[in-house]
């Protein structure tokens, strides 16, 4: 496979080990507004020409109607999904916080190659009680330092929540919160001065960002920009699964 183009028709590109997927949809944007002006419009012709009422069901099936007829009309819309594939390690992460909009990747991904089983990694560890530990007790993994947000709650229905936002983590506060029983749910860190991130007890990865220095990392590739694309793309995708196999390794790596 060729170096990415800048383009957003690319659906499909590879380097090495990893391939960026791209589901693209086109929408068709019909405000309700500008359905409900012709649907009473046509209704008031009816009820001119005929000297009757327009009663619900008629209503809806004019409905119908009029949403066939402007669809052809109306403006179209292209959305976007994105997922990266990981063929060495059997990873696939999907660039979405909707899980319904995750699952319309992976089912379009199903039709394509036959078969993807993919589901959520399951630790050994819990991830939340994990991640509280290292609140606690300040014993993260080598390389990982704490961000400066976190999600906290009691595991009992009804229980208490907290959240900490550009606060100092490592405090009596937090530890409090924890020792009356509160487990993180998400919590901000940062990797290797590589990249920052929020990791929650599901393990999904959020508000993923690279480092300046990693990012101008390959600027000296001068001479061919899609070459340099193509380091890039290499280069962020082996941080992303570095990063991925620390974090369940972390937890106690997967269960069987």
């Not at 990694?121 to 976190?150: E, K």
């Not at 793309?233 to 991925?244: A, D, G, P, V, Y």
């Amino acid at each position: 496979m060729g170096a990415l183009a800048d383009s957003a028709t690319a659906l499909v590109h590879a380097a090495g080990p990893f391939w960026l997927v791209r589901l693209q949809r086109e929408e068709k944007l019909l405000p309700a507004a500008v359905v409900r002006e012709e649907v009473g419009d046509r209704i008031a012709q009816i009820q001119a020409a005929e000297g009757r009422k327009v009663f619900r069901k008629e209503k809806m099936t004019l409905t119908d109607e009029v949403t066939m007829d402007l669809m052809p009309r109306a403006f179209s819309q292209r959305k976007s999904i994105e997922a990266l594939m990981d063929e060495r390690n059997g990873w696939l992460w999907v660039n979405h916080a909707s899980a319904p909009r995750a699952e319309d990747l992976l089912g379009a991904l199903r039709d394509a190659l036959g078969s993807l089983p993919a589901e959520l990694p399951d630790t050994r560890h819990s991830p939340a009680q994990t991640m509280s530990q290292w609140l606690l007790q300040g014993n993260l993994p080598a390389g990982l330092q704490l961000g400066a947000d976190a999600d906290l709650a009691d595991p009992q229905e009804g229980g208490g929540e907290v959240r900490a936002r550009s606060m100092l983590l490592d405090c009596d506060e937090i530890r409090s919160h924890l020792e009356s029983g509160k487990l993180v749910q998400r919590l901000a860190l940062e990797w290797d001065e590589r990249v920052s991130f929020v990791l929650d007890k599901d393990l999904t990865i959020r508000r993923l960002k690279f480092d300046e220095q990693l990012v101008s990392a390959n600027d000296d590739i001068e001479e061919d920009e899609l070459v340099r694309r193509d380091a890039d793309f290499l280069l962020m995708s082996e941080t992303i699964s570095e990063l991925q196999t620390l974090l369940v390794k972390s937890f106690g790596g997967l269960s069987e």
